[in-house]
């Protein structure tokens, strides 16, 4: 099973700063990971696939990259309504893995 | 619009059986691979079982295995997980989720709409 481990857990900032969060894999999965946000009683919402891609509807200051290995998501410009719970999720291999995820919070 | 509609969730002691169930609408049912994610109270995301869109594959976690089915009817735009066999450990908000595709690309294993969840406890 391959394993995604998230850094930081938590990740204090204000508004406007930019967020970079790190998904490393304990193998290789190629480009084939995914990024979620979850908000408090609300179901995860599809950010970033195969790395770099960023889903219908999501807005251009969230972008992805990294290969292999590791893994980054970078929120540009933070937004009120981007404080939030991310993971990660992997495809490359069965079983389908998260991370365990990174809170980010509003300083 | 695409709709996910989860039911079925409830108290239940170990040992015990319970059968989910998730509604899907707004969107061709039958085009689309599905799955099961779950989350514990206060914890991450845990995948739990794929269904291809053709009922034909499907996959489980080696925690579930052997315990949980997943099907799927077509015809009723709905998506089931029969779970036997539950611990404590099996306590948490499951989640039926769509495969992904956009622009005439499909991405089966990665989730892009999602219910609302429906809660298990499982407790004596």
């Known amino acids: 099973e391959i394993v995604l481990t998230q850094s930081p857990a938590t990740l204090s900032l204000s508004p406007g700063e930019r967020a970079t969060l790190s998904c490393r894999a304990t193998?290789?999965?190629?480009?084939?990971l995914a990024w979620y946000q979850q908000k408090p009683g609300q179901a995860p919402r599809l950010l970033i696939y195969?790395?770099?891609n960023r889903a219908t509807g999501i807005p251009a200051r969230f972008s992805g990259s990294g290969s292999g290995t590791d893994f980054t998501l970078t929120i540009s410009s933070l937004e009120p309504e981007d404080f939030a719970v991310y993971y990660c999720?992997?495809?490359?291999?069965?079983?389908?893995?998260f991370g365990g995820g990174t809170k980010v919070e509003i300083k | 619009e695409v709709q996910l509609v989860e039911s079925g969730g409830g108290l239940v002691q170990p040992g015990g059986s319970l059968r989910l169930s998730c509604a899907a609408s707004?969107?061709?049912?039958?085009?689309?691979?599905m799955n099961w994610v779950r989350q514990a109270p206060g914890k991450g995301l845990e995948w739990i079982s794929y269904?291809?869109?053709?009922?034909?594959?499907?996959y489980f976690a080696d925690s579930v295995k052997g315990r949980f089915t997943i099907s799927r009817d077509n015809a009723k735009n709905s998506l089931y997980l029969q779970m036997n066999s539950l611990r404590a450990e099996d306590t948490a908000v499951y989640y039926c989720?769509?495969?992904?595709?956009?622009?005439?690309?499909?991405?089966?294993?990665?989730?892009?709409?999602w219910g609302q969840g429906t809660l298990v406890t499982v407790s004596s």
């Open positions: 989720a769509r495969g992904y595709c956009s622009g005439g690309s499909c991405y089966w294993y990665y989730f892009d709409s």
């Open positions: 707004g969107f061709t049912f039958s085009s689309y691979s």
């Open positions: 269904i291809s869109s053709s009922n034909t594959t499907m």
């Open positions: 193998q290789s999965v190629s480009s084939y």
């Open positions: 195969d790395a770099s």
């Open positions: 999720q992997q495809r490359h291999n069965w079983p389908l893995t």
